[in-house]
């Protein structure tokens, strides 16, 4: 199955060879039945990369669509919207009260952030054993000099993430996305074993 998505990119990938198949031709003298043969294995290829890597691209698929205008963050405003449309701030609020979250969080920092505070996430994160625990993005970035999120007032606001962290907010919010991601991680590793 062709993922209806991917066409741009497809076709773009296959002028690519064509292209190369005619400067070969014209260079090297290929004959038609080698060059025919070669865009026939081109599309041979494509289409079963699609299908071995479906369940990545469906995934890859769930972040292109919530892209924020620099094209480098997410706006889990946006995910979270896609779960309850009423309220995504409280969703949002429910992963980072996580600790499994502040701790991957803490991950991203310490490798894109040599000003992160680790001090005050780490009191952040004793804080989430406590029943009334509330923790909004604004506070994770004001109080850790956090850059891993982003939050923004007014219109086209939101909460927004780096893509390592839009995912985890993704697996975290779908767990049909979790399952597909790990049925992904495993076909992989059986791939590479043979």
């Known amino acids: 199955m062709v993922l209806e998505v991917h066409n741009d990119a497809i076709t773009e990938y296959l002028d690519s060879i064509e292209q ?4 070969l031709q014209d260079q090297s003298g290929m ?8 865009r026939q294995n081109a599309q041979k290829s494509i289409r079963k990369y699609l ?29 979270a919207k896609r779960k309850d449309a009423t309220n995504p701030s409280y969703i949002i609020q ?17 490798e894109h952030n040599f000003d992160f505070n680790f001090e005050e996430a780490r009191k952040l994160i004793y804080k989430t054993k406590e029943p009334a625990f509330t923790l909004t993005a ?12 982003v939050s923004k007032q007014g219109k086209g606001g939101g909460t927004f993430a780096h893509h390592e962290i839009a995912i985890d907010f993704i697996t975290w919010l779908f767990p049909e996305k979790r ?16």
């Open 51 to 79: 299908e071995t890597n479906a369940n990545y691209a469906q995934l890859l698929m769930d972040l292109e669509h919530i892209k924020y205008k620099d094209k480098v963050t997410y706006s889990l405003t946006d995910i």
């Open 179 to 194: 399952y597909e991601l790990s049925k992904m991680i495993m076909a992989r590793s059986l791939m590479q074993k043979v």
């Open 94 to 110: 429910s992963w980072l009260r996580n600790v499994n979250t502040l701790e991957l969080l803490c991950l991203w920092e310490k």
């Open 31 to 38: 004959s038609n039945k080698t060059a025919e043969y070669t």
């Open 138 to 149: 604004k506070i994770w970035i004001s109080s850790t000099n956090a850059k891993g999120l």
């Open 20 to 23: 190369t198949i005619k400067e």
